[in-house]
C-alpha cells in the first residue's frame, strides 16, 4: 500500500491572501459582534481617549501587518514555537473585545490585554534574529496595545 500523495503547496499570494482574510476578517467580525454601544458611551474615560473613529483603521493596517509577519513565520516554521506565539496572541486579541465590551468587563480586559502584550513581546523576541520583518512588523502592534492596556487600565480605575 502506498502513501497517499501529498498535495501541492498553496501558491504564495494565496497563502498570503488567506492569511489577511483570516485576521482581518476575524477582526471584523469580532469588531461587529461586539460594539462599545451605550455601555461604553456611559463610562468615564481618560483625555487621552482617542475618538472612536481612530480604532477601525489603525486595527485594519495593524490587522493586516499582523497576517504578514504570521504568513511569513508559517512558511518559514508552520509548527514552530514563534508561530505558536502567533496564533496565541491573535487567539487573545480577539478575546479582549469579547470580554471588554461583550462582557463590559475593563479590570478582565485589562488581564486579557496584558496577557496579550507579553504573546506580541515573546513574538518579536522569537523572530528578531532569523525574520526581522516579522518583528518589526509588531512594533507598532506592540505600541498600540501598550497605550490600549493603559486606556484599559484607566477605564478600569475610573469607573
Not at 72 to 94: D, H, I, S
Not at 114 to 124: E, P, R, S
Amino acid at each position: 500500500m502506498q502513501p497517499a500523495p501529498t498535495p501541492p503547496p498553496l501558491p504564495r499570494w494565496l497563502s498570503l491572501a488567506l492569511f489577511v482574510v483570516f485576521v482581518l476578517g476575524g477582526g471584523l467580525l469580532i469588531g461587529m459582534l461586539f460594539q462599545p454601544g451605550d455601555w461604553y458611551a456611559s463610562l468615564e474615560k481618560p483625555a487621552f481617549t482617542p475618538p472612536g473613529r481612530v480604532f477601525a483603521p489603525v486595527w485594519t493596517v495593524l490587522y493586516i501587518m499582523i497576517a504578514v509577519a504570521g504568513w511569513r513565520t508559517w512558511r518559514r516554521e508552520p509548527a514552530g514555537l514563534a508561530m505558536q506565539v502567533w496564533f496565541g496572541q491573535l487567539a487573545f486579541n480577539f478575546m479582549w473585545t469579547s470580554v471588554f465590551f461583550g462582557m463590559q468587563q475593563p479590570g478582565l480586559g485589562f488581564l486579557v490585554i496584558v496577557i496579550m502584550a507579553g504573546l506580541i513581546i515573546l513574538f518579536i523576541r522569537l523572530t528578531w534574529s532569523h525574520d526581522r520583518v516579522s518583528a518589526v512588523l509588531f512594533l507598532p502592534y506592540l505600541a498600540w496595545t501598550v497605550f490600549a492596556a493603559v486606556l484599559d487600565g484607566a477605564i478600569w480605575g475610573l469607573n
